[in-house]
């Protein structure tokens, strides 16, 4: 075990992927010689060579189209997208084309081609900086979303989506990136993809969240004990496929629903995971489910960040509002 953030837990990810897999390669702008803009491809250039760390042109679109060239080829790219907000020139490509070579060619082919991105508001970023984009994506057949929201579960999802044979697209907390450390272990593990955990056990409802946004729920539910009220916190961990098996479990017991996402409220996340759960589980419910999640504009820039923002006292506020209902 050693002590790791965020951004060191993927770059031990990808170094033990690449010396266990010779196909794998990584590519994107500035991976290389400058270990990406965050360091998290640091040192990986020496190890592997520029043959298999590739630094790219500034060319989303190229970027994607030649990664998806090279999976249905044979190889397993992890290309790197330095921020979200700067996806949507590549949008075609992962639509169009990596989601579809399996259906396409009716199984034939597949595209086993992971795309790496930071996300997410909190770090007073610029225009297209800070944007959460998952929904466009997960609402996408033939694409997984993946969104850890700790060291540990980023290593593990990171081998696991790497070694998938179908796109994957992983993102990765900005605002976590090097907010703490936790214990990581060394030696090589996966975590399944699709498959969520129950991060904090509770009785009186039910806090649904992923990524980032996992933080200040564990938060909200530790005060939360403080005045009674005791919460069981669901770190989805991926978005698509989405486990609503254990969040209908959760609800069973619990008899109520909050989901929390940074994301636009409108045809979120939250969203679909509570008319799921008014699906299924309608009549185990004890209130009315509810959502906290960011607002449908723009994410702002830096003095307004902070409002934009799911916090704590916001998921306080709404889930005593739930409890008391």
């Not at 539910?221 to 961990?237: F, H, P, T, W, Y």
């Not at 004890?286 to 702002?300: F, H, L, N």
């Amino acid at each position: 075990m050693a002590e790791m953030n965020l951004v060191q837990a993927i770059n031990l990810a990808l170094g033990q992927e690449m010396q266990r897999d010779q196909s794998v390669v990584v590519m994107g702008e500035d991976v290389g010689v400058d270990g990406g803009v965050f360091r998290a491809t640091e040192g990986l250039i020496a190890k592997f060579g520029a043959e298999r760390v590739i630094d790219t042109p500034l060319s989303e679109s190229g970027i994607i189209g030649s990664a998806i060239g090279m999976a249905i080829a044979g190889l397993k790219p992890v290309a790197e997208i330095q921020f979200s907000g700067f996806i949507y020139p590549a949008f075609e490509q992962i639509i169009s084309h990596a989601a579809r070579i399996r259906n396409r060619s009716r199984g034939r082919f597949t595209c086993p081609l992971v795309i790496r991105s930071p996300y997410g508001a909190g770090i007073r970023a610029l225009e297209h900086h800070q944007e959460s984009t998952e929904v466009y994506f997960a609402h996408t057949p033939g694409i997984k979303v993946v969104m850890p929201s700790n060291p540990y579960d980023a290593k593990g999802l990171l081998a696991a989506s790497i070694r998938d044979p179908d796109p994957v697209i992983f993102y990765e907390s900005l605002k976590l990136y090097r907010a703490f450390k936790m214990e990581v272990p060394e030696k090589d593990y996966e975590i399944e993809i699709g498959k969520a955990g129950i991060a904090r056990k509770g009785k009186d409802l039910t806090i649904v969240s992923f990524g980032a946004m996992m933080r200040p729920s564990l938060e909200a539910a530790e005060e939360l004990q403080q005045e009674g009220i005791s919460a069981e916190v669901v770190d989805l961990k991926t978005v698509n496929p989405l486990d609503l098996e254990t969040v209908i479990k959760s609800v069973e017991k619990t008899g109520r629903l909050l989901v929390v996402h940074e994301a636009p409220r409108t045809c979120g996340m939250g969203a679909e995971i509570c008319a799921r759960v008014a699906e299924k589980a309608l009549l185990e419910l004890k209130a009315p489910v509810s959502r906290v999640t960011g607002y449908d504009t723009m994410p702002p820039l830096a003095k307004l960040e902070n409002y934009y923002l799911p916090d704590a006292n916001k998921i306080m506020i709404e889930a005593k509002r739930i409890a008391g209902f």
